[in-house]
C-alpha cells in the first residue's frame, strides 16, 4: 500500500514538472536582456537613480537578488519596506511595468515600462552594475 503510494507521488511529482519544464524555460528566456540597451533605457530612471548614492530613489547598485527596501540609509516608504519580496526578474519585471500596481502606495512615481523588451533590457542592465 505503502509502496504504491510512493509511487503515485513519483508520478504526479513527475508530471509536475514535464508541465512545468516549458513555463520555466520561457521565464528564463524572457531574463536575457541587452545591458547596452538597458542603459539606455536606464535614462528614465537617472533623474532618481544612481549605482554610487541614494538619491530621491534608493541606490541601485547590486540591486539585482537583494531583498527590496534594504539599501542602507534610504528612507522608504512603508509599503517598500513591506513589501517582502526579493528583486528577482520576475518581481523587477512586475515593479517596472505598474510600479503603483505591484506595490501599492509606493513612493517611485514612475509611470512604468510599457514594453517587455525595455523591461528585460533595463533589468539586464542593473545585472551588470552589481
Ligand atoms: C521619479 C523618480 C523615480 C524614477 C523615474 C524611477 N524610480 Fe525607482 N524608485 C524611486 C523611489 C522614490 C523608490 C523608493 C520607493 C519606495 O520606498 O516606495 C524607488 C525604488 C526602486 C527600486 C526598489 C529598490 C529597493 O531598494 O528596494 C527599484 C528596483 C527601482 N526603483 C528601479 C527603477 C528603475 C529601473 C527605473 C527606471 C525604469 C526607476 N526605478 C525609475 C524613484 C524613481
Known sequence: MLS???I?????IGAAFAL???LSTTAMASSDG?????AKVFKKCAACHSFTKNKFGPNLAGIYGKPAASVKGYKYSKAMKAANITWNDENLDK???KPKKFIKKTKMSFGGLK????RKNV?????SKM
Not at 533589468?123 to 545585472?127: N, S, W
Request: no cysteine.
Open 8 to 12: 503515485t507521488l513519483a508520478a504526479i
Open 115 to 118: 514594453k517587455e523588451k525595455d
Open 95 to 97: 515593479f517596472l511595468k
Open 34 to 38: 541587452d545591458a547596452a540597451k538597458g
Open 123 to 127: 533589468i539586464a542592465y542593473m545585472k
Open 4 to 6: 504504491f503510494k510512493k
Open 20 to 22: 512545468t519544464g516549458p
